[in-house]
C-alpha cells in the first residue's frame, strides 16, 4: 500500500465513520471496498491519534466468538473543537462545534457598525469567539479551526474577499488577517456557500449529491452542490445569481450594473419600487409591502408580483442550466415568503424546457442566522478534518 | 488488494497509459501513486487482454541494467474499433477510430428529410454504419461501439431522447432502438455535449478540468465539463444555454416560449428580423445578413448588434454562475462570426460580476462536421474502454 | 359687406346646405346666423353659378303667402364631377362622384407591380380614371378635381411625398406630377387621412368634431380629426401611429428603426414571428395565425396575444395624448380581427389615465377598398367646392 | 349687420387690438376684413364700455386732414383687474395684471401642507388673493377673474379636478367650490396647459399657430396647442404625456400604473434608482445625482442617461404624432437640465419618422414659478376679456 493510497484510505474511513455515526469496525470493509487488513491498520491509527474512538454497540450485544462486548467506532467530539460564524447586515451568529459536530454554545453579538476595515472586523471577531468559547468554558485557543460566512465575492481556497458588503476595502487577504488576529486556522467563504455547506451537512440537501441552494436574504445569493462539492468557479466569482441578467439594460443594481436579478428581487428593489407609494412617510420596509399586497393594496401586490415573476425566470434559467434533482429555496425570515410563492415557483416550471418528466423538486427551506453559522463551522470541520490527516501522513513520513 | 481496488487500479492505469500515449512502465508509478507492484500486475493483465502493448521506446534506449531494449506501453489500436456520427440537419457525419484514438476512416452522407423516425433514422444510420466500416475494409459487426451525437435534449446515461428536431416522436429510448438496429453498443448524447468530449478529448480544453463549450449552429448549445466530466444534469435537460431566458416575455423561441437566448442569437432569429428588410425577395440567409451589415447596411448592422448584446448577456450570465477558467466558443461555421466578434466578448466583460481579476479566457474554434463525429465517438471510446474494464473485473471473478 | 365677409358667407352658405342636403332659404339665415338680405343675395349667386338648384319641397305645400310652390335649395349634382382613388399593395380602387356625393361609378384595377416610378404611375391612373369616367359615359376631361390616397409620408398641403411603399422614389413631387399626366387639379394625402375624411364625411364620424381614426392594414395608421379638420402636422409627418415606439431598441421595422409599434403589430410583425413555427412549409399567413390560435394552437395564440397587447399599449398612449371623445378602428380586411378584440381594447382602457369617467368611446368599422377611394373623393370634392368658391370670387372682383 | 355678426366683430376686433397693442382706427378694417364703417360703430361701442381707450400715436404726428393730433386705440389697462397662480408642491405663486396684461404686483406664499382638502385650499388661495391685491393697494373683490393652475387631471371648461396630487379628494367641482370661496369667477387648469397659455401669449409660442409645450417639474406634463387654442380632450385627460407608456409591464409609476414615461424622467424615478446607491445615507436630491453624473460617478451617469433615453423615446412618439412644428421645454429648474440636453434631443431626431426635411424644432424655456402664474393669468384674461364682450351684447340686447 502506498503511501497516497494510505492517505486515501484514512480520508475515506474517517468520513464514513462521520457519515454513519457508529458503526462496527467489521462493516467498514463492506462498506468503502477496502480489505479488512488495511482497516485494522487504518483505524488503529485513527484511535490512536484520538480523531475517533471506540463505544459499546448500540445493540449491547456481545461478540458472540471473542466473549467481550461488542464496539462500534465514531468520532471522538473532544478531538478537536470547531468554532462557525456568520456576518449579516449588522450582528454576528457563532456556534461552537465539538468535533462530532455537536453543538456546544451559540452567541450573537451586534456590530457597531455594517461596514468595517478588516482589522477591526477581525478585531471584533477575536473578542466574539472569546466570548463563545467562554460559554462552553473554554478559551478561543482551543479551538482548531474557524469557519466564517460573509456576504460578497470570496475567493474561498485562498481565503481571499474581493468584495463585501461587511468590509471598507476591496481586495483583501481576509483569511491572513483573520488568522493573526485570532491565532488559528480560518476557512473563509461566501455565506451562500456555507448555507449549501449547511444544507449538504445537516440539511435538506443530505443525501443529495447535486442541488442548489438559492438565499433569498438583503441580496440573492446561490450554492451549487455537484458531485457532493460546493462548486465556486475558478476565481471564487461562482455562482453569482443575484448578478445574472434578467433584463439587458433594465433597473440599476447595487453593483453598480443594469439588469441583475438582484435589482428586481432583493429586499431594497421592493423598498425602492415602494418609495412612491409612500409619498413624505418614508421608507416602507419588505414586511410592510407584502403585508398590504396581501390586504388588496394594488400597488403593492404589483411590486410583489414583478419581483416574483422576475425570480422566477431567474430560477429557470438555472433549471435550464443545471437540471438539479433539487432547488432548495433557503431564507431566514418570513419577509421572503412572496418569493417562495406556489405562483412564483409554477411561473419558474412554464419557463423550463419541458419535457414529459417532472421538473425538479423545490423545497422551501426556513431557517435562523444560527443556521448559516453551522455552515461555517461545518465548513471548517471539513478542513480541520482533512488538516488532521494530512498531520498525521506528516507524522508518519 | 481488493477487487475495488483493483478494479480502480486498472482504470488508472489504462487513463493514464491512453494520456501519456506512451510511458515507460516504471514511470506509471509515479504519475499514479500505485505501487510497483501492483503496476506490474495491472498492465501485465492489461497486456493480456490485448488493450494495452509494448513497443520499442521513443529514446530507442537499452536498458542500463538488464540489458534489453528499453519498452513503453501504449494503448492498442486494434484492442477496439470505435465508430461516431453526428446527425445534422440534413446530413450525417461519421467517423471510425481504433482503440488509440486514431481517425481510420470517415463519411459524410444525405438524410432525405430532416425529421425521420426513430426506427428509419436508425435504418439509415445502420447504413452509414456500414459504408463507413467498408472505407476501412471492416464490416459494422467489428464496431464495438457507437458514438451518436444529435440535437435536443437527451438523457445520455439512458439513451433517451425527450425530444429531437430531428426525429418525429417524442420520448425515444432512442439508445435501445438503435442497439436493435446496429448490433453493437450505442452511446448517444446531445450534440452539444459531444463537442464539449471532443474539446476535452483532443480539443482547446485538453488540461482544463473545468470549462464551458458553447456551440452555435443553428441553435445555441452549451457543453459544461466540471472536474473532467461532461456535466448533464438530473434528467438530461441540463446546459440549455439556448433556452435561458434574456427578456420576460420576449421574442418567441421554436420552443414556443418567449425570450430565450435562442430567439434573439440564432440563425433564424436573424433570418426573421431580416424578413421585413428583404420584402419579396424571399428569405435571406444568415451569410448575407453578415455580408450586408459589413457592407454598411443599417438595418443588417442592427439586426447583426443586437444578436451579439443578447448572445453576451447570455454568456455573462453563463460566467456569473461558472465563473469558468476557460470558455470555448465552437462553431462550424462562418456565419457565426458577428457572435464571436470582440465587441461581443467585451460586451459580456462588462456584463459579469467584477473583481481586480482577469475575467474567464474566451477562444474561438471554428471547425467542421467531422469534428463532431470525433466528439462522439470519444465517447463512445470511453464507454467501450469501460466497457473492457468491466468485462475483465467479470473474468477475473 | 366686405369682398372678406361676402366670400365667408358663400362658404358657410354652401356648406350649410350641403349638411342640410335639402333646405328652404328661409332656413338659411337662422341656420348661420347671417342675415335675410346676404342669404338672399349669396344664394342667387351660387344658383347663378350653377353650383346649387332649387327644387320643390318636400312636404310638397305652397308657400302660404305668395301661392307658389315652397322650394328648397340644394347642391346641384351636375355642377362638377368629382373622382377619388387609392393606392393599395397592387390594385387601385376608385370611384366617380357627383357634386352632391352621389356615387355615379366605381372600378377596380390591378398594378402589374406594387411599387412603380411616379411617371408610370401617374400614366396608369391617368389610364383608369378614363375607364372610370368611360363607365359614367363621361371622360376624363369632365373630372374637375381627383383625389388620391396613397400609404407614406405625405405633405398633404403640398402634393409631396416624403416617402411611399407604392413608389420608386422618396421626395416626389407628386401631386405636379398627377396633374400634368392627368390634367386636371389633384389632390393628394396620405391614406389614413382619407380614411379619417370617408368617416368625417359619411362614416361613424359624422356629427364628431374631434376623433382619432385608427386604420390597419398591412401597416397601422392613423387619422386626427381636430375641431372638424384633418389635423397633419407641419410636414405631413404627423398622426404616424405605427412607428410610435412601444419598446426601446425592440423589434426591427421596416423603416429601419426599433420598437415601432408596427414592428408588433402588423401583418408582417405576425408572419415574421410565425417563420419559426412554419419550418420548411413557408410563410403563413395572418389568416392562417389567426385561425390556428382560435383552433388553440399555443404558439399561434402567443403571437396574437402580443400584437394585441402591444397595440392596446400603442391605443392608450393615444388616448392619453388626444382624450378623445372617439376612436374609430378601420380596416378592410377581417384578418385584423384580433387587433380589435375586446380584450385588447379592454387591456387599452387599463392603460390609460385613471377618472371616474367612462373611458373615449371604441368603435370597430370594417370596410372595403372603395370606401378609401370614396374618402379620396371626399377630399378633393371638399377642396373643388373652396375652388368654385375662389373662381366665382374673381369673377365678381 | 346680424347680431352675431356684431359680436363677432366686437371680439375680432378686441384681440387685433390687443394683438397690436397700439393702433389706429384706420388701420384696423385691413387687418381685420371688417368694413370702415362697421369699425367705426363697434370701437365706438368699447370705447363706451371702458374696453379700450384712445392714446396719442406713437408718431406724435397731427392728421393731415382734420388738423388734430392722430390717436391709436388700445386695452384699457384699468378696465380689469386679473390675478393668476399656480399651485406649487408647498407654495403658491400670484400674479397681479392689469387688463392690458401688464403686472401690478406678485405674491408667493407656503402651503403648511401639499394636500389640502378643497375647501381649506380655497380658504388659503381667498388669504393669499387679498394679501396679493393689498401689494397693488387693491381688494380682492376689485377682482374681475381668478386663474388657477394645479397639477393633475382637470376638465377645464368644466372647472373640474378628477384629481390633483395638491387636493385631498377626487373629483372636486373644485371651480364651484373656490367661485364661492373668492367671490369672483374662476379659470381653472391644468397647470402644463396653462405654461402652454403662458409660451403662447409671451413667451416663445408667440406667433406659432400650433405647437407643444413638455413641462418637466417634479412630474412631465404636456401643453398642446392646435390652431391657436389649447387642446385639452375631451374629459380634460388629453395631454397626459407623462403616462403615455414606454414600456409594457416596466417600472411603476405614482399612478399605479406600469411603463409611464414619468416613472423614468421624474424627479422621483431618478432619485428611486439612486437610493440603492445612497446606503444608509438617505434619499439623495436629483440636484446631487446630477452633479455626481457630470463629477465622473458612474452609477449616477447612469442613472441620467436612462431617464434621458427614455424621455428621448417619449417625445420622438409626440413628434410621430403631431409633427410639431416647434417644441418648447419648459421647466423652471436647474435640475431638469439633463432631460434638455443636446444628446436626448439627437436621441430624439433618432427615433422620429425619418423624411429629408429638418425635424422639429426644439428650444428650452427655463423660467420661474411666476411664469406659470402668469400663464394662469393670461387664461383668466382670455376669458374676462370674452365675458366682458357678452355682457356688452346682453346690455345691447
Not at 30 to 48: F, Q, W, Y
Amino acid at each position: 500500500m502506498s503511501v497516497n493510497q494510505r492517505e486515501i484510505g484514512r480520508r475515506t474511513l474517517l468520513g464514513e465513520i462521520r457519515r454513519q455515526q457508529r458503526v462496527p469496525r467489521i462493516d467498514l470493509s463492506e462498506l468503502t471496498g477496502i480489505s479488512r487488513a488495511t482497516v485494522t491498520t487504518i483505524t488503529a491509527e485513527l484511535l490512536r491519534e484520538g480523531l475517533i474512538e471506540e463505544v459499546a454497540s448500540d445493540q449491547g450485544e456481545k461478540d458472540s466468538k471473542r466473549g467481550r462486548p461488542k464496539v462500534d467506532l465514531k468520532i471522538r467530539g473532544a478531538a478537536r473543537l470547531i468554532a462557525g460564524a456568520k456576518i449579516s447586515h449588522k450582528t454576528v451568529s457563532l456556534v461552537l462545534l465539538d468535533f462530532e459536530g455537536r453543538q456546544l454554545a451559540h452567541h450573537e453579538a451586534d456590530l457597531e457598525s455594517g461596514v468595517l476595515s478588516p482589522e477591526d472586523m477581525a478585531a471584533v471577531l477575536a473578542d466574539m469567539l472569546e466570548d463563545l468559547a467562554a460559554k462552553a468554558s473554554m478559551r478561543r485557543a482551543d479551538v482548531a479551526g474557524f469557519g466564517l460566512g460573509i456576504a460578497g465575492i470570496v475567493d474561498a481556497p485562498r481565503g481571499f474577499v474581493h468584495w463585501s458588503p461587511s468590509l471598507t476595502n476591496r481586495n483583501v487577504q481576509f483569511g491572513d488577517v483573520l488568522e493573526q488576529a485570532l491565532g488559528l486556522p480560518v476557512f473563509l467563504d461566501n455565506d451562500a456557500n456555507l448555507v449549501a455547506m449547511a444544507e449538504k451537512s445537516f440539511g435538506l440537501g443530505q443525501g443529495h449529491s447535486d442541488f442548489i441552494v438559492v438565499t433569498i436574504e438583503s441580496g440573492v445569493g446561490m450554492g451549487i452542490v455537484i458531485n457532493n462539492e460546493i462548486y465556486r468557479g475558478t476565481r471564487g466569482c461562482g455562482a453569482e445569481f443575484g448578478h445574472t441578467k434578467v433584463h439587458l439594460e433594465g433597473a440599476l443594481c447595487r453593483c453598480g450594473q443594469r439588469g441583475c436579478l438582484e435589482a428586481y428581487a432583493a429586499d431594497y428593489a421592493l423598498t425602492r419600487e415602494a418609495m412612491i407609494a409612500s409619498g413624505e412617510a418614508g421608507e416602507r420596509r419588505v414586511e410592510d409591502i407584502l403585508r398590504a399586497a396581501k390586504e388588496g393594496d394594488e400597488m403593492s401586490a404589483s411590486i410583489v408580483k414583478r419581483a416574483g415573476r422576475m425570480f422566477a425566470m431567474g430560477l429557470a434559467n438555472i433549471v435550464n442550466i443545471f437540471d438539479p434533482e433539487l432547488i432548495i429555496l433557503a431564507g431566514e425570515q418570513m419577509q421572503s415568503s412572496h418569493l417562495y410563492a406556489e405562483d412564483v415557483i409554477e411561473g419558474m416550471r412554464k419557463l423550463i424546457v419541458q419535457v414529459d418528466k417532472a421538473p425538479p423538486e423545490v423545497v422551501v427551506h426556513k431557517w435562523g442566522n444560527l443556521m448559516w453559522a453551522r455552515g461555517a463551522a461545518a465548513y471548517a470541520l471539513e478542513n480541520v478534518s482533512e488538516n488532521a490527516l494530512l498531520e498525521m501522513a506528516e507524522n508518519v513520513a
